[in-house]
């Protein structure tokens, strides 16, 4: 079992940044693919960006590429999402989650464990 907490959603301007955080718990955290989706109010849930479990390259939607950084560092079984130039269309729930899978996992069904979330609100 691994457990998620996701921690530093808020409200920001467009332009700005942000830096989520998803703590796990257990003891197999570089087992794991680490994702974060994402999901805006009528839309469905989307993949954002994963980090491999083997310490790969890191792949991301190309709606984020270049604006959104995700790294992990495993001696603290946290995962990150750094989010610069925000825009009002970034909007949403962002989810973290973790895949005992090789590669760079994108569809939410591959993930076995969810976080419950953190809000991102960007204001124009």
């Known amino acids: 079992q691994v457990q998620l907490v996701e921690s530093g959603g808020g409200l920001v301007q467009a332009g700005g940044s942000l830096r989520l955080s998803c703590a796990a718990s257990?003891?197999?955290?570089?087992?794991?693919?680490m994702g974060w989706f994402r999901q805006a109010p009528g839309k469905e849930r989307e993949f954002v960006a994963v980090?491999?479990?083997?310490?790969?390259?890191?792949y991301y939607a190309d709606s984020v590429k270049g604006r959104f950084t995700i790294s992990r560092d495993n001696a603290k079984n946290t995962a990150y999402l750094q989010m610069n130039s925000l825009k009002p269309e970034d909007t949403a729930v962002y989810y973290c989650?973790?895949?005992?899978?090789?590669?760079?996992?994108?569809?939410?069904?591959?993930?076995?464990?969810w976080g419950q979330g953190t809000q991102v609100t960007v204001s124009s």
């Open positions: 989650a973790a895949a005992p899978v090789s590669g760079r996992p994108v569809l939410s069904g591959q993930y076995d464990y």
């Open positions: 980090s491999p479990r083997s310490g790969g390259t890191p």
């Open positions: 257990g003891r197999t955290f570089s087992m794991y693919a």
